[in-house]
């Protein structure tokens, strides 16, 4: 498989994919089969039969529609709790989700196994996390949330319109200086994090121009690695993965979402200022 900057979807196993069912159909392909193949054949059982678009699209949509529950739960608690001057529990709430959302992210990677519970448990704590730190910037920017999740919805189907009309087409150049750029800005994050601890300020996260303009190029970066994420679901598709993958593929979306989410609620919270 074609490399991918997701941790998600690094070391797939190479074996993983039902031959006997031939071509499945991708993204870019409408239902059917492939031309000069036939429709695949019928499967032994629903859980061995290889993964589909509706499989993905299903897949992630409950992991999006339950940290989205989680999330706004979260966010009017932690309003509450901002009003009440209660930022102890708040911040509290907030470091255990991104811990466990963490170290269950690492088990997923890792273990590079699909798993339905994992997943939706993966995306209800960083819903968790996401509504703690919205319902935050939410009572200091009101209306910022739903630009938010608005600007985030835009993005992903922007990219998902890109990918499906092959507007840019996921080449290996591409998708090195996909992978290139996304080390680079983790890098940078790290090393200014790091500097931070000694007081030491780069400019990249105090709301300045230089802040604005890096925000801009971490959420365009994230943005292409939505192609990856898209091609890579594609080749799992393809290759006949069993369904049960589908959720491997939900997982390594909602962290790209996660991650486009945080950046665009940076972002806006710069401009208010």
């Known amino acids: ?29 409408p239902q059917g089969g492939v031309p000069g193949y036939g429709t695949p054949q019928a499967p032994a ?16 949509g409950l992991s999006l529609g339950t940290a989205l529950v989680t999330g706004i739960i979260t966010a009017i608690w932690a309003q509450g709790q901002v009003e009440g001057r209660s930022t102890g529990a708040l911040f509290g709430v907030m470091i255990v989700a991104l811990l466990v959302g963490l ?15 994992m997943t939706i448990a993966y995306s209800a704590v960083e819903g968790v996390f996401l509504g703690a730190i919205t319902g935050l910037f939410e009572y200091i920017y009101p209306g910022i949330a739903l630009q938010a999740i608005i600007g985030t919805a835009g993005v992903f189907i922007a990219m998902l319109v890109v990918y499906k009309t092959g507007a840019v087409k996921v080449t290996p150049k591409l998708t090195k200086w996909i992978i290139g750029a996304t080390a680079g800005v983790v890098i940078l994050m790290l090393a200014n994090l790091v500097l931070s601890l000694f007081g030491v300020n780069m400019g990249l996260r105090d709301g300045g121009a230089l802040a604005i303009i890096f925000s801009l190029v971490v959420i365009g970066i994230a943005a292409f690695n939505f192609l990856l994420d898209f091609d890579m679901a594609d080749k799992m598709i393809r290759e006949g993965y069993p369904s049960k993958w589908a959720w491997f593929a939900a997982f390594g979306l909602m962290t790209t979402l996660v991650w486009l989410y945080l950046e665009i609620l940076r972002l806006l919270s710069y401009l208010r200022d």
């Open 103 to 117: 170290v269950l992210s690492l088990v997923m990677i890792f273990k590079q196994k699909p798993s339905g519970p």
């Open 45 to 60: 059982g629903a859980g061995d039969r290889p993964m589909t678009v509706d499989d993905v699209v299903i897949k992630t």
């Open 1 to 29: 498989m074609r490399s991918t900057s997701n941790p998600a979807f690094r070391r797939l196993p190479a074996n993983a994919g039902h031959g006997q069912y031939g071509p499945n159909v991708g993204f870019n392909q």
